[in-house]
């Protein structure tokens, strides 16, 4: 297994710190919620949309709603919720380093929605949060450098049946560790993503 990396310019390094200070921050902020606080739960897969690359993604995770709204129109409002992930990468790729690698995440995701959900309420959502690898590479052409990395995301999904509960989503996400190290050629992936709320 590849280490964690501290290698780098002082100013990659500070990033790193901060970084693994945010990671620890969350999961203590949510461990001392109690499970009922629980928002949410989904289960997501995907593939990889890069070249020198042939990964399959799977992920579950656990949602908690921020409660709030901003930027409220009539129909509409901007609201979000924490999202809270543990996931696996099964690695096929031409010149693979390993058979794959394991992944924690965090991620902060803003969700424009409507005000009262309808039968079949869509939404349109972003996100930008941390992830930490347990490799640093998927093949020799395509190297993270760092454990620590940034994941971003755009999103296109609805909710619908009883109360809303289920949510069928579609996410387009690209990791990399935004220039902490190098080389840093990233991953994209198309992922699928259902989800239940309990509230």
Known sequence: METLRSTGPVGGNARCRVLAWVLGAAALALAAQPASAVDGMSVSGGVDASSHASVDLYRVGVQWKWGKRWLETTNWHLGGYWDLQGGYWDNSSPNRTNSGLWEAAFTPVFRVEQNHLSAFAPYVEFGVGVHLLSETSVSEQRRFSTNFQFGSHVGVGARFGEKNAFDLGYRYQHISNAGI???????????????????
């Open 181 to 199: 190290d190098h080389p840093n050629n990233g991953i994209n992936f198309h992922i699928l993503r259902f989800g239940y709320w309990f509230k």
